[in-house]
């Protein structure tokens, strides 16, 4: 006797994704829908799948009584099922927050930037009040504002395979995204700095969380109270893996050496690694910059002797101010 085969991609699988992901993005009525239905969909899911367990642990005949044209619609209706539960799940989470992107005739929008062009409100009814009283501070390095030659679609898109045709759709997009963020909410925050951030995920922190975005050595300076902790001393060490002219643009070293400068403190750093473009930096508070290694070691020596080097080199450093 000839035994299915229940496992495998087929047609019905790919025909199933493709729609699934058609009506996803395409219809505003279909999430609703998904959202709607999600007990009947899990419940089918559940059924479905028994199904497949139980033939694949008994072995069906593959006949040619219409037994294969059942296992392949049952198939597909499982993969459809899974995937409509576990999107309904996510939809779910996602609109926690509670606010919800509409378009003129009230209907929320699917998912992706390709939909923002039919952006006509913003609902924030059931955003939780007590967010007001929240102070929400953002740690992020990236200062790409939300649109423009710098902005989130012109820079990001390529890297995730956008088309220069699809980068400008997207910038538009959220250019009208923008706009409607300022006539709602009267924030102007297209061309802020970090509003690009994570696809554009800066601008929806500032928009609806009233966030603060700031540099990660900022927050870390401001909570650990390190300029209190500075007032008064005689020299600041600091050190970085690998100082570069890269480590001019707010890299944990400058913002120790951007503090310790306001207050006249000599600041050495130490680095595993100098490489080109650090000159800049002794005009931004670098008193000294001092290398760390022994010899030319293999990168797996260095890291193993790291802890013993950089107190070689800090004892050698304090020799030299004791003189």
């Not at 503090?259 to 006249?264: Q, V």
Request: charged share 15%; glycine share 12%.
């Amino acid at each position: 006797m000839d035994v299915v085969n229940l496992g495998g991609w087929d047609i019905s699988f790919y025909l199933v994704i493709f729609l699934y992901g058609y009506f996803l993005f395409t219809k505003a009525s279909f999430k609703c829908m998904v959202q709607r239905l999600l007990p009947i969909t899990l419940a089918l899911s559940i059924l479905t799948t028994v199904f497949f367990v139980y033939g694949f642990m008994t072995g069906m005949p593959a006949a040619g009584n219409g037994l294969s044209i059942l296992l392949a619609a049952v198939k597909a209706l499982n993969c459809w099922s899974w995937l409509l539960v576990i999107f309904a799940f996510a939809y779910k989470k996602l609109q926690a927050l509670g606010v919800s992107f509409k378009d003129q005739d009230g209907q929320e929008l699917p998912f992706g930037g390709g939909a923002l062009n039919q952006l006509a409100s913003i609902d924030l009814s059931r955003l939780d009040s007590r967010i007001n009283n929240v102070k929400i501070d953002v740690a992020c390095d990236v200062t790409n504002p939300l649109i423009g030659v710098n902005g989130a679609s012109a820079v990001f898109g390529p890297q995730k395979g956008s088309t220069p045709e699809v980068v400008k759709l997207l910038d538009e997009n959220l250019g009208h995204y923008a706009e409607v963020i300022k006539r709602v909410l009267g924030k102007d925050i297209a061309h802020i700095e970090g509003a690009g951030a994570a696809g554009g995920l800066g601008t929806g922190l500032m928009a609806f969380l009233n966030a603060n975005l700031k540099k990660g050595v900022d927050l870390v300076i401001e909570y650990t109270g390190f300029e209190d902790r500075i007032n008064g001393a005689d020299y600041v060490f600091t050190g970085e893996g690998s100082i570069d002219g890269q480590t001019l643009f707010g890299m944990t070293p400058f913002g120790v050496a951007s503090i310790a400068e306001k207050y006249s403190i000599p600041v050495i750093a130490f680095a595993g690694r100098i490489c080109n473009g650090v000159e800049p930096l002794y005009d931004h508070g670098f008193t000294s910059i001092v290398g760390i290694l022994k010899g030319c070691p293999s990168l797996e020596d260095a890291f193993k002797s790291g802890e013993t080097n950089l107190a070689f080199a800090a004892e050698n450093i304090c020799r030299v101010l004791k003189m």
